[in-house]
């Protein structure tokens, strides 16, 4: 997010203190003009981080903005485009009072000593999965053995996602090559430099399949449950200002909501948006983001809560699995006070 001539302090005090020494003929009426509009009331300025670079997977935050959902809570929301866990830093030390990421993130964070705080819930299910070329046969957690899995790098959701489907389904790690690739999973696959890789099931998978091949898909979220995206703030915003919090909720459950009952018209304000995304990109994209609506689809009332035990579970598995020293209880950790104070659709 040149020295003035004369003293105007000084003159502005001199004018106030010859007027205060007139006495008034009577008392002042003043005339409304007609003529004159009433100055409207400034937005609130808010910096929102979101993912890497700019995507259709955002469309809810789009549709919030260009709907005006934002702008009627009173809210200016600037959308900023960076690595996750450079927001979660940001957002724990209330340099940013907002950003998305990743449930376990946060219980990595709140380990860290970040005060950090999951306020919103979006995805209803952990959207990392590893895949393959559905002709390697590779179709079950144990058939990853004796593999090369590829992997963004050892940080973040997929590194989570691999520990967790270790742990969750026992897999033998030690028989694994885990290869950090960056984020160039798909081509990694189709061209055999790997046997599989971690993606999120909206990325790899739909490139692959719009390539024209068949694809093997093992969902991490079948074998365990792990808190997933949404949205994060900290406890000094929360203490200190709570009513931008709920603002900021009432804004993007509206931005959900309408997302999911209009669908096309929410894809066409993202291609405003990502212009990138559009042309000769846009088959392709519109794959992505009806692959991601099915992430964000519950029931009414279960749009943006967090399952306690699924935090619980999740800080446990973190913690036998060495990626965190201790339990975080998942009271503090997130709360459903603001989406359970958000208006109905």
């Known amino acids: ?46 910096t929102l ?39 979660f830093k940001l957002v724990g030390v209330n340099q940013m009072q907002f950003a998305v990421g990743s449930g376990e993130q946060v219980i990595l964070g709140r380990s860290q000593g ?60 030690s028989q694994v090559k885990l290869e950090s690739i960056g984020f160039t999973q798909a081509a990694a696959v189709s061209e055999g430099r790997v046997d599989a890789a971690l993606d999120y099931v909206v990325n790899g998978p739909v490139q692959l399949r719009l390539a024209g091949r068949d694809v093997n898909v093992i969902s991490v979220s079948d074998y365990i449950d792990l808190p997933s995206n ?14 931008l919090v709920q603002r900021v909720i009432n804004a993007t459950m509206a931005g959900i909501h309408y997302t999911l009952a209009n669908p096309d018209e929410a894809f066409a304000i993202s291609l405003r948006a990502v212009p990138e995304a559009g042309g000769d990109n846009e088959a392709a994209n519109r794959a992505i983001f009806d692959a991601s609506l099915a992430l964000w689809q519950v029931d009414d009332a279960a ?43």
């Open 1 to 46: 997010m040149s020295k003035p001539l004369l003293n105007t302090s000084f003159v502005l005090a001199t004018i106030i203190l010859l007027i205060g020494c007139v006495a008034p003929a009577g008392p002042v009426v003043v005339t409304p003009n007609p003529n004159q509009t009433a100055q409207p009331t400034p937005l609130t300025p808010v």
């Open 230 to 243: 949404g949205l994060i703030t900290n406890e000094q915003t929360i203490a200190e200002n709570p009513e």
């Open 303 to 345: 749009l943006g809560r967090s399952d306690p035990a699924a935090w619980q579970g999740a800080s446990e598995f973190m913690r036998l699995m060495g990626l965190i020293d201790s339990d975080v209880p998942s009271a503090d950790i997130f709360t459903n006070e603001f989406v359970d104070a958000a208006p109905a659709p």
């Open 49 to 87: 981080g979101l993912g890497y670079i700019p995507s259709v997977q955002f469309a809810p935050f789009y549709v919030a903005r260009d709907k005006g959902f934002f702008a009627g809570q009173g809210l200016d929301v600037q959308f900023q485009h960076g690595i996750e866990t450079d927001f």
């Open 114 to 173: 970040l005060p950090l705080t999951y306020v919103l819930a979006w995805y209803n299910q952990f959207p990392v999965v590893v895949m393959s070329l559905a002709e390697r046969g590779l179709d079950s957690p144990q058939a990853l053995e004796g593999q090369r899995i590829g992997i963004p790098g050892m940080f973040g959701a997929s590194l989570v996602a691999w520990k967790a489907l270790v742990y969750a389904a026992g897999v033998d790690e």
